[in-house]
């Protein structure tokens, strides 16, 4: 396969490295949309290559220098498109995108730089970051920073238009191993304490390392010093600002320091009040102080941008995006334990009858923990078989044993519901895997020749 083509308008440009797992999904979300694909390899002993040239691109070798920068310009200079795209081996181009990619890469003007959404996606939920990963080539345009490198620096200096799109990357890194991601964090330390060194009045580093001491517990007070840093040399950078004090919010609520952790929270949605985490966080904090109603209004505002989620552009560079059903077991859950049981019940059942996969139903009780999930059991117990809707509840009740992998606790529950001809499909497989769990293949069997 050879990608080389007169006049290319699109060049995607990567720097790989040991990434045979990653890359062919990468290449194959792009090779309908990019005109070449050019490959900077900084040492790969893998099939990482071989797969790069499978798919027709181009590739060329830089020897690793401990500067994401200088590996990102190296590559930049080998394509011939009037457009660059940017791209990590473990992202995926969206192909919802490609129709507003056609119609930007269209436009005449530049120098410009197109501010990208990037989608991580994690088991638990999602979050989003903003990158200017598309941009104008032949102008100059460069990489800043030996990690965490970015170009909006040069886009500045070189006046470029600014296109704000909808279209979404998604980014699959955070989902590796804890091994890859604490050898990523190893490997990226060192580089952010020499920008820190070599730029002390530099904003960016300051906010870099903060974030970075903040996934550690052990090292939160030395985040707190660092974000403090970042905010005192007034950036005027809006996202970066907002999610500084977002972390800081987090550290403080991780401390039980309720108090602070909503001064920061506050502040963070006073600067920036379209963002999600900000939201959730407040919710919490009430949570934490016994405020409960205040507790569900901060998530009844959040449920509101949820559910206006693909017009929502948030303000705060670090943001989560929340599942509907996260969002919603947390707001049931409060209701149910603070201030109006019967009416969580409802909203419980309504919920559930709309799952459609045991992820969806484990994503109701990510905020729930466990002495909750009991008491939870003990009320549906108590309601017995009353009311049109109890088999629905003794459904969620054998669900809660499952998670808790109580196979035997799990068994009457499901056994009283079949024989009490409530045979859904989410029944008999959950049946039919405590027979296989418990030895019984030829019933488990049965059960699932009824539904095939």
Not at 182 to 188: A, L, P, T, V
Not at 348 to 374: A, H, P, V
Not at 410 to 426: E, G, M, R, S, V
Request: proline letters at 2%; charged letters at 25%; a negative charge.
């Amino acid at each position: 396969m050879n990608l080389k083509i007169d006049n290319p308008i699109l060049s995607l440009c990567m720097i790989v490295r040991n990434e045979e797992k990653n890359l062919s999904s990468c290449l194959e979300s792009v090779k309908d949309i990019v005109d070449e694909m050019i490959i900077l390899d900084t040492g790969s002993s893998d099939n990482t290559i071989q797969i790069a040239k499978a798919f027709g691109a181009e590739v060329h070798h830089f020897k690793w220098c401990d500067d994401f920068s200088a590996a990102r310009n190296e590559s930049i200079k080998f394509a011939r498109g009037k457009w660059i795209l940017f791209m990590d081996a473990d992202e995926q181009f969206d192909h919802n995108s490609k129709e507003e990619l056609y119609s930007i890469i269209k436009l005449s003007q530049h120098p410009m730089g197109v501010n990208i959404h990037i989608r991580n996606l994690l088991q638990k939920k999602e979050s989003y970051g903003t990158a200017y990963r598309l941009f104008s080539n032949h102008f100059g345009i460069h990489f800043k920073n030996i990690v965490h490198e970015q170009v909006s620096f040069s886009l500045k200096e070189q006046k470029a238009k600014i296109i704000d799109s909808n279209i979404i990357i998604n980014h699959f890194g955070y989902d590796e191993d804890q091994f890859d991601q604490e050898k990523k964090r190893r490997r990226n330390f060192p580089l952010l304490l020499k920008m820190v060194d070599d730029n002390p009045d530099d904003f960016f580093p300051m906010f870099l390392l903060g974030n970075y001491y903040s996934g550690d517990t052990n090292t939160h007070e030395k985040a707190i010093h660092y974000l403090e840093a970042f905010l005192k040399l007034n950036s005027n950078e809006t996202k970066l600002i907002a999610s500084a004090y977002t972390t800081l919010a987090n550290i403080y609520g991780s401390k039980n320091d309720m108090h602070q952790a909503k001064i920061k929270v506050l502040k963070s949605l006073e600067i920036a009040p379209d963002q999600l985490i900000a939201f959730y966080q407040l919710a919490k904090i009430e949570l934490a102080q016994k405020q409960f109603q205040k507790a569900v209004d901060h998530l009844k505002r959040l449920m509101e941008k949820i559910n206006n989620i693909k017009n929502f552009k948030s303000a705060n560079a670090l943001d989560t995006v929340f599942t509907k059903n996260h969002i919603n077991g947390f707001f049931i859950k409060i209701i149910m334990f603070h201030l109006n049981k019967e009416s969580s019940l409802e909203l419980i059942i309504n919920l559930w009858i709309t799952c459609r996969e045991f992820g969806e139903m484990s994503e109701i009780f990510y905020e729930w923990d466990d002495f909750e999930k009991d008491k939870f059991i003990h009320i549906i117990n108590n309601t017995g078989h009353s009311g049109p809707n109890w088999k629905i509840l003794y459904e969620i009740s054998g669900f809660l044993h499952l998670m808790k992998s109580d196979y035997e606790g799990a068994l009457p529950i499901f056994q009283n519901l079949f024989d009490n001809n409530h045979k859904n499909t989410f029944t008999i497989k959950s049946l039919a895997g405590i027979y296989a769990k418990m030895g019984r293949m030829d019933g488990a069997a049965a059960l699932l020749t009824s539904i095939s």
